[in-house]
């Protein structure tokens, strides 16, 4: 299995900047995709940035520009940089990955337990 935990939430300003991180854990073979979602209070779960495992980025419109993506393969490891946060931004955010390890043939997909971000205004 895999183990995904996620530090770096709390409450900001708006306008503030605050980073995520999540590290991945277990009997890891490969790790593919990494991501992070986010859930604010009624609404559906979304993808707020995507990153291949050849460090290839891709974000939503509403955080383009805002929020950045980065990983360490070495470290199992993906960051999620948010700069200019606005109260929209309140949610638990979530770590999502792709990964294969010594008990699964392909590739199963593991979430974090959330981390809660909130930006006063």
């Known amino acids: 299995q895999v183990q995904l935990v996620e530090s770096g939430g709390g409450l900001v300003q708006a306008g503030g900047s605050l980073r995520l991180s999540c590290a991945a854990s277990?009997?890891?073979?490969?790790?593919?995709?990494m991501g992070w979602y986010r859930q604010a209070p009624g609404k559906q779960r979304e993808l707020v940035a995507h990153?291949?495992?050849?460090?290839?980025?891709n974000y939503p419109y509403s955080v383009k520009g805002r929020f950045t993506i980065s990983r360490d393969n070495a470290k199992n490891t993906v960051y999620l940089q948010m700069d200019s946060l606005k109260p929209e931004d309140t949610a638990v955010y979530y770590c999502?990955?792709?990964?294969?390890?010594?008990?699964?043939?392909?590739?199963?997909?593991?979430w974090g337990q959330g981390t809660q971000v909130t930006v006063s205004s």
């Open positions: 277990g009997s890891i073979l490969k790790i593919n995709a």
């Open positions: 999502n990955t792709e990964a294969r390890t010594t008990a699964t043939i392909g590739f199963g997909n593991y």
């Open positions: 990153i291949t495992s050849g460090g290839i980025s």
